[in-house]
């Protein structure tokens, strides 16, 4: 039978719609630089043409007038280009005028000045070819007067920039957005979480100390004290307890406490053992007995509970769980939660943690989401799937901080 798989859609809903407002962003991204680069080439055209024009008018007017009025004439074309940078040289590439270039003179000797020229010019000279000037030598041949050289305006290399610039921009604020989107989501789902847990521990304390009131009435009955149902009672109500202690827990900030883990772990066991098939061998295996950490009994138990019943789950009632118990480094504890059963499969790993996801019939896919939160929130640990593999087995590894003697 093909394996069962559901999840609350939320998780699967929005790594849909980050894809999908990832992919416009790209494609409205790529369709501004394209039409960005578009209009570069147009302006680019309609430059190159300008100076053509400029070039070409140069020539006539050298050839028309041969002499007296040509710097007149040059000046006055030169000054109506007032963008594109331009630099004219004889044909010696001696540079003769200049046009569009800023320097400040005042401040530079005259050799300062022409180095700058000079680099400009070759500048120039890399980025287009320079537009020759030909005068008629008198004898019906062209020989060349000297050369146009050019280079984008400053409004064409503000407008290559543009679009990055702008999208640089666009990117930065979308990110603070997601940022101050995702923080505001977690809030809320802090207070759902929150909210939800005090309102159970609220609601439940009223009908145990109801339940108590009964079994004291109950315990004076003899037949009651004779078939021990007063003892089974009060384990109930205990337990009954425990679970409003953990709702209380979650629902507020709950202490830590050192605790011995060994001691801790042996215990949570106690209550889960008779609770789960015989065929299912459990062990503790510790380096020392004498492993100390930061932990909240009720809740850490919470978590171990947890875990195992959905190690017995993946193993269908027969196998090994193994819990190690180890020194971690830098102050940490670690503990290993190894199962033989069926395994993760590799592209579920991720998924585990997530609320709602479950491959079981009756299962909410909350065990482990809580368990993260356990200990990521309120133990400052951490919680992951050290290694999965399908049909061989699981290991969920908790890590958490370790404590010495002398801080109980
Ligand atoms: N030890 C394990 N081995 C194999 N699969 C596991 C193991 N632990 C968890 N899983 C997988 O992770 C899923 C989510 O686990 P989780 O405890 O969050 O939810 P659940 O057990 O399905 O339901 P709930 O715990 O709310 O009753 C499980 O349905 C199972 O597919
Ligand atoms: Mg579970």
């Known amino acids: 039978m093909a394996k069962k798989e559901k999840s609350l859609g939320y998780y699967d809903d929005r790594t849909r719609l980050k894809w999908s407002i990832i992919s416009v962003a790209v494609l409205i991204s790529i369709g501004t630089i394209i039409y960005t680069n578009y209009l570069v080439g147009q302006l680019s055209e309609r ?10 008018t140069l ?65 120039m000279r890399e980025s287009y070819p320079p ?16 050369y146009v050289n050019y280079n984008d305006s400053f409004l064409l290399v503000q407008l290559t920039y543009y679009p990055y610039v702008q999208l640089s921009i666009i990117a930065i604020i979308g990110f603070i957005a997601y940022l101050a989107v995702n923080y505001s989501r977690m809030a809320e789902q802090n207070k759902v979480w929150v909210g ?28 009651i004290r004779e078939q021990k149902i007063d003892y089974e009672l009060n384990k109930d109500i205990k337990r009954l307890q425990l679970i409003t202690e953990r709702f209380s827990n979650i629902g ?42 930061y932990v909240n009994p009720s809740l850490f138990e919470w978590v171990l509970e947890n875990l195992i019943k959905n190690a017995v789950d993946a193993m269908g009632g027969i196998g090994k769980i193994d819990i190690h118990l180890l020194r971690g480094s830098e102050n940490r504890v670690i503990i290993d939660i190894v199962d033989n ?10 998924k585990v943690f997530q609320p709602g996801f479950t491959t079981k019939q009756r299962g909410w896919g909350l065990g482990l989401a809580l368990a993260k939160r356990i200990i990521d929130h309120y133990h400052f640990g951490r919680i992951y799937v050290k290694i999965s593999e399908e049909n061989v087995g699981t290991t969920f590894r908790i890590s958490l901080r370790s404590a010495t003697e002398n801080q109980v």
């Open 47 to 56: 430059e190159r043409q300008q100076i053509e024009l400029f070039a070409k």
């Open 59 to 123: 020539e006539y007017t050298i050839n028309e007038t041969s002499g007296s009025n040509i710097y007149f004439i040059t000046d006055k074309i030169l000054f109506e280009n007032k963008s594109i940078p331009t630099i004219l040289t004889d044909n010696r590439g001696n540079i003769t005028d200049f046009r569009n270039i800023k320097i400040d003179s005042t401040k530079l000797t005259i050799d300062q000045v022409q180095a700058r020229l000079y680099k400009r010019l070759k500048e």
């Open 131 to 146: 537009i020759p000037v030909t005068v008629d030598d008198g004898y019906g041949h062209n020989i060349i007067y000297g």
């Open 196 to 223: 939800l847990a005090k309102e159970t521990a609220h609601q439940l304390g009223t009908p145990i100390s109801s339940l108590m009131a009964w079994l004291e009435i109950l315990k004076e009955m003899p037949e």
């Open 252 to 293: 507020s900030v709950p202490t830590l406490k050192v605790e011995n883990m060994n001691l801790l772990i042996n215990n949570a066991l106690m209550y889960l053992r008779p609770r789960i098939s015989s065929k299912v061998e459990l062990k503790v295996h510790a380096i020392t007995d004498n492993i100390l950490a």
């Open 341 to 350: 059963g069926k395994g993760i499969s590799k592209q579920n790993i991720n």
